[in-house]
């Protein structure tokens, strides 16, 4: 607080700033947790119409009913996460590599390859998916968990390449020197040196791939052609069905994954940074 | 202890004409510590990092041991090189530092703590395992860094500027530990240095490159004394050169016949060197340290000359004299208390005794 060490008459303006940081906060907060406040409250609900401000009557039965063998739940959540684990490891074995040659090394042309990079970012994804539906119906890619992961790569490889290009651009290369001349042999230097240096940025870009990912409604829905039932086509189901009750209970589940994320990368982003860029620079 | 030979190596970078290293030879006795002296971009971390493994020559060869290492990955050669800037692992406290070569040997972890411990003590870096390394002064991260090399026990150490990055009291005692270490141990070692003073202070031989060619590996008086040439002169701090010739044992200058020393005779002091170095005829040029210079000799002394005296500068311990010689400028030195008195303008009478004169390839 840079305030503390003022001279007196600084002290009031301090205080505003100080307060302006609170109300902030504050706003921000009640924006992103007020839209889930309905959710939570349809799902416990068994009845609540239009002026009530809450419902008339409370119960259990959205829950008893998603938690069901009829509900499909855990066949979707299964379907989810798997997509979401394989996709992830896709984009660290693709972007790892392509991060490390856009982050190290110039060559020409590459202003062009980062723009191609970002296409699927700027381009809609439906717009993409169309044209990929009947080169995928060729492939026999539709209608499977193959092609949905295929499809999901589309947007997450971009957030990845994009991610550890920059971890790289911070890297110093002659740490990788060092290790060497301290006997380390190639393996060695990407277990015990590369990967404890890029590591935060990787889980970053991990945790990104993996929400993007799980998040995915209509690459899903076109590839997978209403066979893989991901959380979110289940999701749409009951809400288009105006099913408020069972949607509040399922979307409750669906966002679990990126508060528990949100929560994990806040206190580890915020514990350390990317060391190794700043240390052993002259 | 190791034997390192380099021979003719030389270093082309990629999409440039004039290589980085030319064809250099040199060998490093066992147990040595040498230096390899000059100015940034004159090859010398080319060099180490040929040494090291880290970086392939365009041709040349280089052996340790009499057996050549140019095939082996950097982890097989026994070289290991401490950077300039120290690269400690910032994700790893500093015995972990200290204790990664070893545990990249898959050492038991018993064996790493206890080597670790012992080269904290050596170091002078007790309880200190434990620390991360930006918590460390710049000092203490160097003496990790040489730590974590000598752990290796390698068969050649390479050290990238060891003393460049620290305060001037702090290399001092950078200067003893190092040379401690190294006699203790008895690790052939070669270090790279733009400071000269560096060179001189620690290393047993010194080796000066410039652009990329090794003019001279002496020992570090050599250099004050028995130059191979003028441009190692200067960078030593040779400021007088006389061009002349020499015919019969004279050299013949502009501002007349000057004496040289004899066969038999002994030419710059100390080097132990007959006469005035391989020049016997022909052009050359003269040089004679500014320390050497006699202002205002006694009537009989040899190879008197008369000059201007341009400016003086005082030094503290001593002073400056520039003295204007025709249209050479020549700078002698001597103790503050003798050149009192002197003004600017003044003419004077210089002798250039003659066992103080190098000659130096015209």
């Known amino acids: 607080m840079a305030g503390q060490h003022d001279k007196a008459p600084a002290r009031p303006v301090a205080q505003f700033w100080t307060g302006l940081r609170f109300l902030s906060a504050a706003l921000l907060l009640i924006w992103l947790v007020l839209p889930l406040l309905p959710l939570a409250i349809w799902s416990f609900a068994k009845g609540w119409f239009f002026p009530d401000l809450l419902p008339a009557r409370w119960g259990l039965h959205a829950w008893d009913y998603i938690l069901s063998d009829t509900a499909g739940l855990f066949d979707s959540l299964g379907q989810s996460l798997v997509i979401a684990l394989v996709v992830v490891l896709v984009s660290v074995l693709v972007g790892l590599p392509a991060g490390r040659a856009l982050g190290f090394y110039q060559f020409r042309g590459k202003q062009l390859v980062e723009l191609i990079i970002l296409a699927p970012l700027i381009v809609p994804g439906i717009a993409v998916v169309m044209g990929l539906h009947t080169l995928f119906i060729g492939l026999g890619l539709t209608n499977n968990m193959a092609g949905v992961m295929l499809v999901h790569l589309i947007p997450t490889l971009p957030y990845m390449i994009l991610v550890m290009a920059g971890v790289f651009a911070n890297y110093d290369i002659a740490f990788e020197q060092q290790a060497r001349a301290l006997g380390a042999s190639r393996i060695q230097v990407w277990l015990f040196v590369m990967l404890p240096s890029i590591l935060p940025g990787l889980i970053a870009g991990s945790l990104f791939a993996f929400l993007v990912s799980w998040s995915q409604y209509i690459l899903t829905l076109m590839i997978g052609g209403g066979r893989v039932i991901t959380l979110p086509l289940l999701l749409f189901n009951f809400a288009t069905a105006g099913r408020h009750d069972i949607t509040g209970a399922l979307a409750l589940i669906y966002i679990l994954p990126g508060v528990v994320i949100l929560l994990a990368m806040a206190g580890y982003l915020s514990g350390r940074g990317p060391e190794l860029s700043r240390a052993g620079r002259p | ?362």
């Open chain 2, 1 to 362: 202890m190791t034997q390192v030979t380099l021979d003719d190596l030389t270093k082309t970078y990629p999409g440039q004409v004039t290589p980085a290293l030319h064809a250099l030879s040199l060998e490093i006795r066992s147990g040595e510590l040498a230096a390899l002296l000059g100015p940034s971009g004159s090859g010398k971390t080319s060099c180490l990092k040929i040494i090291a493994g880290l970086l392939s020559p365009s041709s040349g060869d280089l052996r340790f041991d009499g057996q050549p290492v140019l095939q082996l990955p950097p982890e097989q050669r026994g070289a290991v090189m401490v950077f300039q800037n120290h690269l400690l692992f910032p994700f790893m406290n500093v015995a972990e530092n200290i204790g990664f070569g070893l545990k990249m040997r898959r050492a038991n972890k018993a064996e790493i703590d206890r080597k670790v411990a012992e080269m904290l003590a050596l170091v002078r870096l007790p309880d200190m395992g434990a620390r991360r390394p930006a918590e460390l002064s710049g000092g203490q991260q160097q003496r990790v860094a040489l730590a974590r090399a000598l752990i290796l026990r390698p068969r050649l150490l390479l050290l990238d500027e060891p003393l460049s990055n620290l305060d001037a009291h702090l290399r001092l005692e950078m200067r003893d530990l190092i040379r401690k270490l190294q006699k203790e141990l008895g690790i052939t070692t070669l270090f790279v240095t733009h400071d000269q003073q560096e060179a001189v202070m620690l290393a047993d031989r010194v080796g000066l490159l410039l652009e990329g060619r090794l003019k001279q590996f002496d020992r570090p008086e050599a250099f004050y004394q028995s130059p191979a040439d003028q441009a190692t002169s200067a960078f030593f701090g040779g400021r007088n050169f006389i061009p002349g010739t020499v015919i019969s044992g004279r050299f013949e200058s502009p501002f007349g016949q000057l004496e040289l020393p004899g066969q038999a005779e002994t030419g710059q002091a100390e080097t132990g060197q007959a006469g005035t170095g391989p020049i016997k005829k022909g052009p050359a040029i003269l040089t004679v340290r500014p320390e050497n210079i006699v202002i205002n000799p006694p009537k009989d002394a040899e190879n008197r000359l008369n000059v201007r005296l341009n400016r003086m500068v005082y030094l503290g311990t001593h002073s400056e004299a520039h003295l204007q010689l025709g249209e050479l400028t020549l700078t002698a030195t001597a103790p503050a208390a003798a050149l009192a008195g002197l003004a600017a303008g003044d003419a004077l009478q210089i002798s250039l005794p003659k066992h103080a004169l190098w000659l130096l390839p015209g």
